[in-house]
């Protein structure tokens, strides 16, 4: 079967095609590759600053085009993301991916500003993502604060990095429940989205952070959030999925089917929230890739690329993989080596 190594990347019509005959080109779904950065910040195993690096450098050569690659956040709070000042100044800058990091405050983006005056060479970081949550009770436990004190903390943040023409892209966690005070008021995801894109985010990446939702309650949120004067800019936003109940990949399809056309996920299913109890990993990229497979959609990066460097990366952090699709291709190798090897 040639399946598995159908490679999910853009497919431009041939020009030679008659109109008549030409396929319609295929609408392109952006992933933002979250392993190294959501993934490795709750990853028991504290990895060196080298082998992010590699894990960095490894997904761009895998074809996967934006990449969150650490954060800029208090060591004290998150100790898996200490060094991320070392691995943007050593990732490879390829041109076409875009790098991406995790600021919480002015002094994470100070962070940011101080590696591209002492860098030498391409700026290192292209766009800043900043957060906030859907509930106090998550907002106060990842960052210390209320969501509007940290809506305020983050509006001069975004000015700044807009100013230094760093994009900026704006996550809302816990948009289904919260760990802590339950079901989540869409009306409120609604209403801080919008608050978002008025502060100058250009998408906003709305979190199950928990993965508790299932397409109906995916479908509703959505509905509602959708339901502003800002939906085109919502379509061009993405969400963000935990695998949690294993609901990861039907969330993600129910989204794009909705109008979204960026979605988040981790090589091998890196990850969680350190502040979310129970929650599990990101829903995996290969998943994800696999299943957009023969639909009208098209996304960058080459499946069996990211597979190896799915089992690389898990093989260092001594963890699982838990791509459901890698586990299948890499029992397919398996038995294909073992058939080749009796011929
Ligand atoms: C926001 C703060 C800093 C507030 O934390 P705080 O304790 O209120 O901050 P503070 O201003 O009082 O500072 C405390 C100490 O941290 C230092 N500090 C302060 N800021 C920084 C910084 N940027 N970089 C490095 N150090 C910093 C600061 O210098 C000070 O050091 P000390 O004087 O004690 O030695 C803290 O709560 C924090 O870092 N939180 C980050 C939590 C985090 O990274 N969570 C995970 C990311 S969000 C997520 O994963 C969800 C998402 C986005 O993926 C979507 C989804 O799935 O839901």
Redesign the pocket.
Known sequence: MTYWSTRPVLRAVPSTRSLATAVSPKEIVRIVEVGPR?GL?NEKAVIPPATKIELVNRLARAGSNIIEAG????????PQ?AGTFEVMSKVEKTPGVIHQV?V??M??LE?VFSLHETHKGPRPVDEIAI?TAATDAFAKA???CTVTESLARLAPVTRAALDRGLKVRG?V??VITCPYSGKVDYKRVRDITRELFEMGCYEV?L?D?VGTGNPTSVGEMLETVMKTSLVDKLAAGDI?F?DTFGMGVANAMKAVEMGVRTLDSSVAGLGG???SPGATGNVATEDILYALQDTRFTAAGDLDALVDVGFWISEQLRRNNESRVAKAIRARRVREQSVKAKL
Not at 71 to 78: G, H, L, R, Y
């Open positions: 959501d910040q954060s800029f956040v208090s060591p004290k709070w998150v993301m995790l919480p405050n002094k994470g962070g957060f990842n960052t210390n996550y966690s816990v990446s979190g952070t963000f935990h929230c350190p502040y």
